[in-house]
């Protein structure tokens, strides 16, 4: 009679799958099942899911007796529909993982030709000189298949759990008495969490005695060496540099076929890929480990912003950055996504699975918010894969009018009275007609300003309808994260758009080289230098912070306001006290600020200190914008649809929307529109529009 614990191979579709909710998990987080006849008679065996393979490597490799580092030691793969019957444990991938420190034992051995009583399996590399210094005759090893029927699902069989030699005895770890004092201590190699600080550092610039002076403070700061990384060397710094200094992005020469090469590559970095098709649009969606736990650290409980279509004019394809924003209010990139099409026409197919790969990490991970730069993208689509509110920024429309009427516009009360009416063309709340009104009034008042006009009718006249009724439906982005996306986008710019660089902006293979390098590496050290203080001085101080951040650290007795005439306010200059910087219609976002950052088109922190001041004091109305999705909810309350379904659909939503409704105005924006005259007021109240479709 067959034991219940003894399943046969055929059985295994009938196991569990086994999804630990830690991050990283190892077999002691498994209940095991030993296998009875066939060729894996006795081994154990576990279901898995397939994405799920890596934490699993990476969790065996943490063992506390007998650190280790899997290598594979043989890989195979079929396409799929090669099989017409597979076998119930048939497989599209079949990986073998073996520890480091084995099969061959060079122990005993000086001519480094080992025990051939314990040679390696026939289907493994070629003899490895390199580590003969590692091999302890370890048969620890694993099999990974990817089943043929259940694409998703793993398959684990560990042909031998324990860190032992022919001999059964312990050959490498703490449990090795030949191996005290050792490297052999430790895991073989370093980890992948110190190559990538290690690679990082040299991206940035830092030189390899820095690196190494460094890294030994670091192991004497706790104690001296605890683990194989502990006992980094310069061999394996100078190693690191030789591959940065070896690579470049143009791995081939036909752009598309580099870009495939580049994936093959760096497998664990692409989590959504869409090749270019007569129908279907490139789309190439990257994400690193680093970036991964920047994702689910400030992500969860945060917000989530989408940075869009940037080098939509310079690059082959546009740049979409999704941000999270640390805890000093600074944009972190956490994932990229490179498409030929606009970022909205693919949102559905990418954005399920970048949450999927981070709720695989932790099931409890929600974000509060889900900040877009574009009211065309699918709102529907992002409320139904984060689970969060959206809300919309207004950034990129304010810096791309104030940026254009400063190159187009020479005189400045021109220029500060055609921002104030473009703003309140933005906020209209009233319908179609009144909106052409508003902006043919515009037009006519200013006719003599050809240059802008041209501009404005080309690249805005026909999408403003579509941002006057984003902001009707949804609540607006306050300017903290405004500042903090804008400032993201001044150092992309800067990094990427460096005429050194012109001949390779028509290449995404140059493109996602730069991303994961340069980019990735300066992002990992700011967030190195906020965590541990060492390489202050190697901080940029002109990125350290953003103008959010600037602006709260101006004393409130430096803002010289007359809450009776809110027509300009001064802020008095941090660095030369004899000067004092003038806001034009303060406390909104479409006010203008004299000083050289504002005179760039940039969001300054002189106006935001004017607009938080502004907001604490109650000297200004809310944003229009608010008024409106407040008084819109209240109409929906008081006076619910008659479809029981609709209803309750309704209430679902309303009521949590209703619990928000004091806290919009923080929503909506830190800056706040003047006080509009009566009139305007009481049309307000009679053109109120109906309240946005819920989702």
Excluded at 596 to 605: A, D, F, H, I, T
Aim: glycine share 6%; charged share 20%; aromatic share 10%.
């Amino acid at each position: 009679m067959r034991s219940h614990l003894m399943p046969r191979m055929e059985d295994i579709l009938n196991l569990p799958v086994q999804d630990p909710p830690c991050a990283e998990f190892s077999a002691a987080h498994i209940n095991w099942k030993k296998v009875e006849g066939g060729r894996q008679g006795g081994d154990d065996i576990a279901l898995i899911p397939f994405s799920r393979v890596d934490d699993f490597v990476k969790g065996e490799s943490t063992n506390a007796e007998c650190p280790a580092s899997f290598r594979i030691e043989s890989r195979r793969k079929r396409p799929e529909g090669s099989i017409s019957k597979p076998r119930v444990d048939g497989y599209l991938e079949y990986t073998l993982y073996w520890c480091s420190y084995g099969p061959e034992d060079y122990r005993d051995s000086e001519s480094g030709l080992g025990d051939s009583s314990n040679n390696k399996p026939a289907s493994g590399k070629g003899s490895r000189p390199g580590r003969r210094h590692m091999m302890r005759g370890c048969l620890c090893h694993f099999t990974v298949k990817r089943l043929y029927t259940r694409p998703f699902l793993a398959l684990i069989i560990y042909n031998q759990r324990k860190h032992v030699d022919k001999t059964g005895a312990p050959c490498h770890g703490i449990l090795d008495r030949d191996a005290v004092g050792t490297r052999a201590m430790y895991a073989p190699r370093i980890s992948e969490e110190l190559r990538q600080k290690v690679m990082s550092m040299l991206y940035v610039g830092i030189s390899l005695d820095n690196i190494i002076q460094h890294h030994m403070e670091v192991v004497q700061n706790h104690g001296g060496p605890h683990n194989r990384d502990d006992f980094l060397t310069r061999n394996d710094v100078r190693n690191m540099e030789r591959v940065i200094r070896n690579s470049s992005h143009m791995l081939l020469d036909n752009d598309e076929c580099s870009v495939k090469a580049w994936m093959q590559r760096h497998q664990k970095h692409v989590f959504f890929f869409q090749a270019n098709s007569g129908s279907e649009p490139f789309i190439l969606g990257i994400q690193t480990d680093w970036q991964l736990q920047q994702m689910l650290h400030y992500g969860h409980n945060g917000s989530i912003a989408s940075h869009s279509t940037f080098g939509s004019k310079k690059l082959k394809y546009p740049l979409c950055s999704l941000l999270v924003f640390d805890s000093s209010r600074n944009a972190i990139p956490v994932a990229w996504v490179i498409t030929s099409s606009s970022i909205g026409q693919g949102i559905h197919k990418w954005m399920g699975i970048l949450v999927e790969r981070i709720q695989t990490k932790d099931p409890r991970w929600r974000p509060n918010a889900f900040l877009v730069d574009d009211p065309s993208i699918e709102i529907g689509v992002i409320r139904e894969v984060f689970q969060c509110r959206v809300l919309l920024c207004l950034w990129h429309v304010r810096r791309a009018w104030m940026r254009s009427l400063l190159k187009k516009c020479c005189n400045l009360d021109v220029q500060r009275e055609m921002f104030k009416h473009l703003g309140q063309i933005l906020y209209c709340t009233k319908n179609r007609p009144i909106i052409v009104d508003a902006i043919q009034e515009f037009m006519q008042i200013f006719v003599d300003q050809c240059a802008f006009m041209n501009y404005f009718r080309r690249r805005w006249l026909p999408s403003i309808e579509l941002w006057v009724n984003g902001i009707k439906t949804l609540p607006m982005a306050s300017q903290e994260p405004n500042a903090a996306i804008e400032s993201y986008h001044l150092r992309l710019k800067t990094k990427l758009f460096n005429e050194l660089y012109a001949n390779h902006w028509p290449r995404v293979d140059w493109l996602i080289h730069i991303l994961t390098t340069e980019i990735h590496s300066f992002y990992w050290l700011e967030q190195y230098i906020i965590e541990t203080g060492y390489f202050e001085n190697m901080r940029d101080e002109s990125f350290t912070t953003n103008s959010w951040y600037r602006a709260l650290h101006i004393p409130e007795s430096d803002v010289l306001l007359d809450e009776q005439n809110l027509q300009l306010a001064k802020v008095i200059s941090q660095t030369d006290r004899t000067l004092a910087y003038t806001i034009w219609n303060p406390g909104s976002e479409f006010c203008i600020c004299d000083c050289p950052w504002s005179r760039l088109g940039n969001l300054c922190k002189h106006a935001i200190k004017v607009a938080i001041l502004c907001k604490s004091r109650q000297v200004a109305r809310p944003l229009l914008s608010a008024q409106v999705y407040r008084q819109a909810l209240l109409t929906l309350l008081q006076n619910p649809p008659d479809d029981p379904l609709v209803l309750d659909h309704a209430i679902l939503h309303v009521s949590r929307l209703q619990q928000d409704i004091k806290s919009l105005e923080d929503l909506s924006n830190s800056g706040l529109l003047q006080p509009l005259p009566p009139e305007t007021n009481a049309q307000m109240v009679d053109n109120i529009p109906i309240f946005p479709r819920l989702h």
